[in-house]
Nanobody, 122 residues
Framework: EVQLQASGGGLVQAGGSLRLSCVASGFNFDDYSIGWFRQAPGKEREGVSFISISDGSTFYEDSVKGRFTISSDNAKQTVYPQMNSLKPEDTAVYFC???????????????WGQGTQVTVSS
């Protein structure tokens, strides 16, 4: 059925790297933007990055720019955020989501996967 599955989270040391995955199934991946968001305990979701599958355009929130890179394998309908130089403040549950427009606003997304926990130790 229509779903997104986020995976790849874990515990890493500050300065380390982690690669997350979001696998889409049950719908045409090519027609959407895939966004990544994160939510720390007690805080609202914040946009991290998105990729527009149709044209490959990407966006990064300022706090992760230069450290995170988002890419896609369209044949596998999978999006990969490569997260480098991780900081303790990156600790959060990370979610992927799909929307019909290119936006970093979480309200622009209507299909959400379960989150994957990223914990960065200091």
């Amino acid at each position: 059925e229509v779903q997104l599955q986020a995976s790849g989270g874990g515990l890493v040391q500050a300065g380390g790297s982690l690669r997350l995955s979001c696998v889409a199934s049950g719908f045409n991946f090519d027609d959407y933007s895939i966004g990544w968001f994160r939510q720390a305990p007690g805080k609202e979701r914040e946009g991290v990055s998105f990729i527009s599958i149709s044209d490959g355009s990407t966006f990064y929130e300022d706090s992760v720019k230069g450290r995170f890179t988002i890419s896609s394998d369209n044949a596998k309908q999978t999006v990969y955020p490569q997260m480098n130089s991780l900081k303790p403040e990156d600790t959060a549950v990370y979610f992927c989501a799909t929307g019909t427009i290119a936006t970093i606003d979480p309200w622009g997304y209507d299909l959400w996967g379960q989150g994957t926990q990223v914990t960065v130790s200091s």
